[in-house]
């Protein structure tokens, strides 16, 4: 198996040990062994801790051009990496890098890619994957014929598993240009906001709300759970430019699978269940008991959400000391 | 400007998923289909483009059955020009096989852009749009929620986790739009009456073989039953300690 992973600025993002945790995990079932891939401009921060959830081998492919994504140039070079290494699958991450990415090496390749995959497995020595459709109002169980098979794997979803490996660290110089598609920069977001995609927790607010301001008691509960939470928004609130589009969780915004997914003034329209419905566990607070977002709770609680919000914000605060 | 904008009709977003007799697909008996949402977003900027370059065409294309040609018809209602419908009695799971009919179609097309939504709102495949770009060697730029293009060249804004990427590309392009982009416009009666009559040629979709099989399609697993934890702010405390120790992720 051939895992891609992924760095920012030199580090190791996070879902790179979710893509090591899922091709271990299809290595297992078709006995065989784990490439995990870095495309990087130097060395990368936490490389070396690879072995530890699986891989046998971490290789660096380094080049100038590689600090930030090349698209064209990550394709080709991982491309040709997949066509010499006679690799069975290639396990990128779904993360909006890795979304870019896999469609251009399945191109290359002219392989199946399947993305976003919530599950993955071996039938018959063939690689098969399931997916959500529909956002998430179906499930689809999909073969892959030919090889490689190249997935992407929903963040969130493939949980780390520690499984020791010998994690051998490999470096190697590559030559090319980033291609014609170039990077600039990266405006960042504000200092420590996590994506709603790829955050453990997820507090999200509807019309509810009543208007934009007060999602200030969202982002201080958030804040309350200590860098572990994002906020997130209905359709309704994002097309009313309450909150921007990248909050959006739903069939038209971001499928989301945290551990924890808060509604806050939410009904629970089908296209917004549809997009968190796959979370560990719901809670809904919401005034109406009849809203639908209760069929889908876990724990609900009734009521003036501006009463119970920061009433939440404080017992989550003491539990963080 | 010459610009291609491939479309796709989909199952408007609140439909309820019904299982096919198959076990493998949608049942499609009452659906509503729209035009996929994120695909208004490229034929609107489509349209803002060659409206401001004061001369141009834009030509939609759609890979599906022939009831796609009705979504054709609303994009030209919208404004584009012409139309092309690759039919096809069904979309192919495997998305490499309907970027190469697309590629097939586009090629030696002579477009300046061809845009795509980021993805269907129905199969979530979110890469046809990366994949004819490789296929026709044209730069790519996924995702793009903001854009400037100037001579021969653009700047793209896409969302990534915690920021957005400033990417730079040349033209010929291939790009996939993101909400945010623009607000696309909704057909005026008399784009409706014009439509009608602009050009639609329908051919067959030249699809390859698949190389991904549907094995099998279900509902998702029901969550199990919730419980209303109890009334106001006097029920945060139960719910902290549920959370805390019967789910276990306090």
Redesign the interface.
């Known amino acids: 198996m051939l895992a891609v992973l992924e760095q920012r600025d030199g580090a190791l993002?996070k879902v790179s040990h979710e893509v090591v945790t899922g091709a271990r995990r299809l290595a297992d079932a078709l006995g065989g062994s784990v490439d995990a891939l870095l495309l990087a401009a130097g060395g990368v921060k936490g490389a070396d801790q690879l072995g530890r959830f699986g891989a046998d081998k971490v290789i660096t492919l380094t080049n100038a051009a590689f600090g930030?994504?090349a698209?064209?140039g990550y394709?080709r070079v991982i491309a040709e990496r997949a066509a010499t290494g006679g690799y069975r699958a290639v396990v990128f991450a779904?993360?909006?890098?890795g979304?870019?990415l896999?469609?251009?090496v399945?191109?290359?390749l002219?392989?199946?890619?399947?993305?976003?995959v919530t599950d993955v497995g071996v039938e018959a020595g063939a690689v098969?994957v399931t997916?959500?459709?529909?956002?998430?109002?179906?499930?689809?169980?999909?073969?892959?014929?030919?090889t490689p098979a190249l997935v992407s794997l929903r963040p969130n979803v493939f949980t780390p598993v520690e499984r020791p490996r010998a994690g051998v660290v490999e470096s190697a110089a590559v030559d090319g240009s980033a291609?014609?598609?170039?990077?600039?920069?990266?405006?960042?977001?504000d200092a420590g906001?996590?994506?709603v995609?790829?955050a453990p927790i997820v507090v999200s607010g509807g019309r509810g709300l009543k208007e934009p301001a007060n999602f200030k008691v969202l982002e201080e509960l958030a804040a309350a759970f200590a860098g572990r939470a994002a906020v997130g928004a209905s359709r309704a609130v994002?097309d009313a430019g309450w909150r921007?589009?990248?909050d959006?969780v739903g069939?038209?915004?971001k499928?989301v699978s945290p551990?924890?997914y808060v509604a806050v003034g939410i009904s629970g329209?089908?296209?917004h269940l549809a997009g968190m419905?796959?979370s560990?566990?719901?809670?809904a607070i919401n005034k109406d008991?009849d809203a639908p977002i209760?069929?889908?709770?876990?724990?609900?609680?009734?009521?003036?959400l501006f009463?119970?919000v920061p009433?939440?914000t404080e017992?989550?605060k003491k539990?963080h000391g | 400007m010459k610009i291609a904008v491939c479309i796709k009709r989909v199952p408007d977003s609140e439909t309820r998923v019904k299982i096919a007799a198959d076990g493998k697909s949608l049942d499609e008996a009452g659906v509503k289909f729209i035009l996929n949402p994120y695909d208004e977003f490229a034929v609107e900027e489509a349209l803002q483009r060659k409206e401001q370059a004061g001369s141009g065409e834009v030509v939609v294309i759609a890979l599906g059955p022939a009831a796609a040609q009705e979504t054709i018809r609303t994009a030209l209602a919208m404004g584009a020009d012409r139309g092309t419908l690759l039919q096809a009695d069904r979309i192919p799971a495997d998305g490499l096989a309907a970027a190469t009919a697309l590629a097939a179609e586009l090629k030696g097309g002579g477009y300046d852009l061809i845009l795509f939504g980021k993805m269907a709102i129905d199969d979530y495949n979110h890469q046809v749009g990366p994949m004819v770009a490789e296929l026709l060697d044209l730069p790519c730029v996924t995702t793009v929620a903001h854009l400037e293009i100037e001579g021969g060249k653009g700047v793209a804004e896409r969302e990534i986790e915690g920021g957005l990427e400033v990417v730079e590309f040349p033209l010929p392009a291939v790009l996939t739009t993101d909400k945010g982009l623009n607000e696309p416009r909704y057909p005026a009666l008399k784009g409706i009456m014009a439509a009608k009559k602009k050009p639609l040629d329908v051919k067959p979709a030249a699809l390859g073989a698949g190389r991904m099989e549907v094995v099998a399609m279900k509902p998702p697993p029901d969550r199990k039953e919730g419980k209303i934890v109890g009334e106001g702010g006097a029920a945060v405390a139960e719910l902290v300690r549920l959370l805390r120790e019967e789910a276990k992720v306090l």
């Open positions: 993002r930030m994504y698209p064209e394709a779904a993360s909006a890098t979304k870019d896999a469609p251009r399945a191109a290359r002219g392989c199946a890619l399947a993305q976003d098969v997916r959500p459709v529909y956002a998430g109002k179906a499930l689809l169980t999909l073969k892959l014929a030919g291609g014609r598609v170039v990077v600039q920069r990266i405006r960042a977001a906001a996590l994506d995609a790829e994002v921007p589009h990248a959006q069939q038209t915004g499928t551990t924890l329209a089908i296209q419905r796959t560990k566990v719901i809670v008991k209760f069929k889908v709770a876990d724990y609900g609680i009734v009521g003036d009463e119970v009433k939440l017992e989550i539990l």
